[in-house]
C-alpha cells in the first residue's frame, strides 16, 4: 500500500487508500460515511501520475457544477451490512489477492465461486479481472 489515510471531519468518515499496480499507475479509493455508516461517497480508479494535474483540475470543477445542480438526492448503504453480505467489499485489493484472483480464474474458477471465496461481488471480480486485461 503506497498511502493510507483515515480522516474525519463535520461529523464523517473518511478513508483513502492508494495501491501502485506495478505499470506506473496506482489503484485509488475514497470512501466516505456519515456516523451511522451510510457511505456517503465512494470514488474508485486507476491513477496515471502525469494525469494527476488534469484530473484534479477537471474533477474540481465539475463537481463543483455538480454540486450547484444537485438536487440532494443521494443513494446510501451501509458498509457494515455490506461487509455482512461480502466481507471484503470495497476493501483495496493487494498484490497477493490480484495474484490469487488470476490463479484462480485461469485455473477455471468460476467468478461467481472467487467472488464467493474472496467475499466480494461478482461485478468487482469482473471489474478487476478486466482490469489485468481478462477478456470476461
Known amino acids: 500500500m503506497l498511502l493510507h489515510r483515515e480522516a474525519a471531519a463535520t461529523g464523517r468518515t473518511y478513508q483513502l487508500d492508494v495501491s501502485p499496480t506495478g505499470d506506473q499507475r496506482a489503484d485509488f479509493s475514497m470512501v466516505s ?54 466481507p471484503n467489499a470495497y476493501a483495496p485489493w493487494t498484490d497477493d489477492l490480484d495474484a490469487q484472483l488470476l490463479t484462480r480464474f485461469e485455473a477455471g474458477d ?16 469482473v471489474s478487476r479481472l478486466q482490469k489485468h486485461g481478462v477478456d470476461i
Open 33 to 86: 460515511c456519515d456516523s451511522d455508516g451510510q457511505v456517503l461517497t465512494e470514488l474508485r480508479g486507476t491513477l496515471a501520475p502525469d494525469e494527476l494535474p488534469t484530473v484534479i483540475r477537471l474533477l474540481t470543477a465539475e463537481l463543483a457544477a455538480l454540486v450547484e445542480s444537485y438536487g440532494g438526492r443521494r443513494k446510501r448503504f451501509n458498509l457494515a451490512e455490506k461487509r455482512r453480505e461480502r
Open 110 to 125: 468460476t467468478v461467481a465461486e472467487i467472488a464467493n471465496d474472496m467475499g466480494r461481488k461478482e461485478s468487482g471480480i
